[in-house]
């Protein structure tokens, strides 16, 4: 009789154990649930930051074609401007709050040369800012990179296309 | 007799618990480690196509060398450029070596094919595709109005 109890007991504890086991896997699914609806609203939260971010640098008067290369044109960037830029970057380094702006043409891409003064604009990559801190992986759009190109009959304008890169700081 | 009986309904619940605790923890596993492996965003299809547009080609009419949104209007009027090249040779060569460098499609990248499309008032002007299609692509479209034809870009990415 006392053995029949002991055994009644431990099925009951059994099964408060198996249900709550039960209860807490239900749980932890339903968690998962959220946290990958979570993640995904962070991704799309961060595409949208990042968009927002390259796009604003792409427009920017800094960077943009103004109406020097025709009608106002989106996503395109002066290179003769950027060049300029460049050599006086020291005064602008605070201005965007970013660590890293680089540009890399993508098509033509002749050679893989860094821009300089002297080699420009035969070149492939130019690093405007290049701040010596922790920064987060790059995020790019693709851009027109235009410029005023010399020929036998006067200047033309002359776009190819290129990646603007931009990196912000790491604080965590 | 009843002991035994009741030993093999906790054994059966037992397994039931570890059966559905199993599938359950599977289930977790795979919601958890889903991620975006597809790093290519909407936007970056839509700025590729915007900047290509723009893009100047070695094609040239009298008033000079002309962007690929100039090259599409005249494919569609079957013009050719000043050297004699057929505008819509120049497009597609342009454009398909403009997409190879931009996107890496192979069965072995993220990217598995490419479709781009050019039509003018909704009829084909050029279209050209590279790899084996899939059932998830991302998508980009530009359009573009002249003379009271609405042309219409759109590239395809199949991951």
Known sequence: MKKKGQIKIQQTIFMIIAVTLLFVLVG????????????????????????????????????????????????????????????????????????????????????????TNENYPNCNSL????????????????????????????????????RLMVSSEDRT | MINKKGQDEMVGFAIIIIIIGVIILIAIGFLVNTREENAIQDYEIESFIESSLQYTTDCQ????????????????????????????????????????????????????????????????????KEGNKTADYKSGIQSFARSGVEYSTSLNLYT
């Open chain 1, 28 to 115: 932890l699914f339903f968690l998962s649930i959220t946290l990958n609806k979570l993640n995904k609203e962070a991704t799309s939260l961060s595409e949208k930051n990042s968009l927002m971010l390259v796009s604003k640098l792409a427009n920017s008067p800094e960077f943009s074609c103004g109406d020097s290369f025709g009608s106002n044109r989106p996503n395109c960037v002066d290179f003769d401007k950027i060049m300029s830029l460049k050599r006086n970057i020291d005064s602008y380094s605070e201005l965007w709050g970013v660590a890293k702006i680089e540009i890399r043409k993508i098509y033509p891409s002749t050679n893989n040369a860094s821009c």
């Open chain 2, 61 to 128: 009419d009298s008033l000079g060398f002309i962007s690929i949104r100039e090259l599409i209007i005249e494919c569609s009027n079957n013009n050719l450029c000043l050297g004699g090249n057929s505008s819509c040779y120049v497009l597609n060569y342009t454009l398909s070596r403009m997409i190879k460098k931009g996107w890496t499609v192979s069965p072995q990248s993220s990217i598995k094919a490419y479709e781009f499309f050019a039509m003018a008032d909704n009829q084909s002007i050029i279209m050209f």
């Open chain 1, 127 to 162: 690093k405007i800012l290049n701040k010596n801190v922790k920064s987060l992986p790059y995020d790019s759009v693709f851009i027109a990179l235009c410029r005023k190109q010399a020929s036998q009959s006067g200047p033309y304008d002359k776009c190819e296309l290129a």
